[in-house]
T-cell receptor, first 114, second 115 residues
Framework: AQSVSQHNHHVILSEAASLELGCNYS??????LFWYVQYPGQHLQLLLK??????LVKGIKGFEAEFIKSKFSFNLRKPSVQWSDTAEYFC????????????FGKGNQVVVIP | DTEVTQTPKHLVMGMTNKKSLKCEQH?????MYWYKQKAKKPPELMFV???????INESVPSRFSPECPNSSLLNLHLHALQPEDSALYLC??????????????FGDGTRLSIL
């Protein structure tokens, strides 16, 4: 079965702290990897994506993620968070040729304290 | 602002009512999706339409009936819903399905409450 794991569902940190959210998946073969963010009361927005090439991907709002194929991981990072980064973060994976069926992780609720 | 427009934003209905949720995109995307999202949970895929044909139905109860009148529109017809169907219903679209470079773009959702 397809599986995407995100740990530490609730993350609380202070402004200027560094953030790292883990994402692991359990598929073999070629995958497309995504991080989505959902700010309170808003729609899901694409933060960044990985399809191929440089495994270090830069996204919007200072976020980046690193694809490590050997670890089946796609961890999200931001060196210095702001209060406005308070949101739910979802990792999502789809398999090439899999009807673009996105499998989401359970999400990380991130709260940044001013 | 999202490029996927969903209406209405909020809907309250009784268990015997019939209502429809609407989704529209003008990005030329040929794949459209319905998801259900409960509070603090990830979206759960319900249906996928690819080139206006239903390609995935994730064993959704028949009280939910999708319809894709054309490549820009996606409807979700609701009838005889249950209280547990209360959730945020998200529509998404992507350029196609099955290939690379296919990020999904999400609408704001319709927050549905069943009385």
């Amino acid at each position: 079965a397809q599986s995407v794991s995100q740990h530490n569902h609730h993350v609380i940190l202070s402004e200027a702290a560094s953030l790292e959210l883990g994402c692991n998946y359990s598929y073999g073969g070629t995958v497309n990897l995504f991080w989505y963010v959902q700010y309170p009361g808003q729609h899901l927005q694409l933060l960044l994506k990985y399809f191929s090439g440089d495994p270090l991907v830069k996204g919007i709002k200072g976020f980046e993620a690193e694809f490590i194929k050997s670890k089946f991981s796609f961890n999200l990072r931001k060196p210095s968070v702001q209060w406005s980064d308070t949101a739910e973060y979802f990792c999502a994976v789809n398999r090439l040729g899999g009807n673009n069926r996105l499998a989401f992780g359970k999400g990380n609720q991130v709260v940044v304290i001013p | 602002d999202t490029e996927v427009t969903q209406t209405p934003k909020h809907l309250v209905m009784g268990m015997t009512n019939k209502k429809s949720l609407k989704c529209e995109q003008h990005m030329g995307h040929r794949a459209m999706y319905w998801y259900k999202q409960k509070a603090k949970k990830p979206p759960e895929l319900m249906f996928v339409y690819s080139y206006e044909k239903l390609s995935i139905n994730e064993s959704v109860p028949s009280r939910f009936s999708p319809e894709c009148p054309n490549s820009s529109l996606l409807n979700l017809h609701l009838h005889a819903l249950q209280p547990e169907d209360s959730a945020l219903y998200l529509c998404a679209s992507s350029q196609g399905s099955g290939g690379v470079n296919q990020p999904q773009h999400f609408g704001d959702g319709t927050r549905l409450s069943i009385l």
